[in-house]
């Protein structure tokens, strides 16, 4: 089995390199490049990020991208606001992952990630019919330009995300695993999903946290290790499926306790690769 990278995810923001001087700071060599921006997403900021990745040694392996309107991180409000489900934001949120896929093209990336929402679960809801072909449109988009396009899982269940892979039928379509977002939305076991779409897994985030307590509000994320994710069973599950992707540290606060955490998990995950 091969020994796997860490990376961690940093904002595209408004000085790219920033981000890529933190990567270098913390031993690390790979990234998620993050934005929830589209307008961020322009001929400018590729070219500082090109040169702040030259300059440090990082590599991004995926363009985190995010998409306008509303969103709201809950089991009430999300459905309505989060992805490409809800209608009346599918059009304009479609545009926003192609200039993100452009970006990324540009920037010598060769993936896009994303959350598409809340899919529903009867494959003949007239949503879920018609986010899968925004699916697919953006699919197509992206390997017009050699590049694939990941689901973040979190929103939907294994079975589901399996399903609307297979009825999009492209080549160029894997799994951002987020074992944290399984736990937090309580939609599987992350080991367990592994069973169900692993063989399309192309990068993990290594996030942790623990299952909701209500039917509001989704779990609480935690420091890598202290929540329900298995790290050793599911890396070992992972290699055992020859997954050979980065796994990209996520810790969702700011400040000097996110740089702490983010060290431990490094000290957590570099025994498991």
Aim: hydrophobic share 40%.
């Amino acid at each position: 089995m091969s020994t796997l990278d860490i990376g961690v995810i940093v904002a595209l923001g408004e000085n790219p390199r920033e981000g890529f001087d933190k990567v270098q700071s913390l031993g690390l060599r790979h990234c998620q490049l993050n934005n929830w921006k589209p307008e961020l997403f322009d001929d400018a900021r590729a070219e500082a990020v090109m040169q702040a990745a030259q300059a440090t040694g990082v590599t991004v392996s995926s363009v985190w991208a995010g998409y306008s309107g509303p969103r709201v991180w809950n089991f009430s409000e999300g459905p309505a606001t989060i992805g490409l489900v809800p209608p009346e934001h599918r059009a304009q949120r479609v545009e926003d992952l192609k200039r993100g896929a452009d970006f990324a093209a540009k920037i010598g990336v060769a993936s896009i990630t994303t959350h598409v929402g809340f899919l529903p679960v009867d494959p003949k809801d007239p949503n879920y019919v018609a986010t899968v072909e925004a699916l697919k449109e953006i699919a197509d988009y992206c390997g017009q330009r050699n590049l694939e396009f990941w689901f973040e899982t979190g929103q939907e269940t294994p079975v589901v995300l399996l399903r609307t892979i297979e009825r999009m039928g492209h080549d160029n379509v894997g799994i951002n695993l987020d074992p944290a977002n399984l736990v937090l939305y309580g939609m599987a076991n992350p080991v367990d999903s592994l069973d169900v779409f692993g063989s399309w897994v192309r990068e993990v985030h290594a996030k942790d946290g623990l299952y909701p307590t209500g039917g509001e509000k989704l779990g609480q994320e935690t420091p890598l290790g202290e929540g329900k994710v298995d790290f050793p069973r599911l890396v070992g599950r992972l290699k055992e499926l020859g997954f050979e992707g980065v796994l990209t540290i996520e810790r969702e606060i700011s400040g000097p306790k996110q740089t702490e955490d983010i060290q431990k998990a490094i000290d957590l995950l570099k025994p498991l690769c």
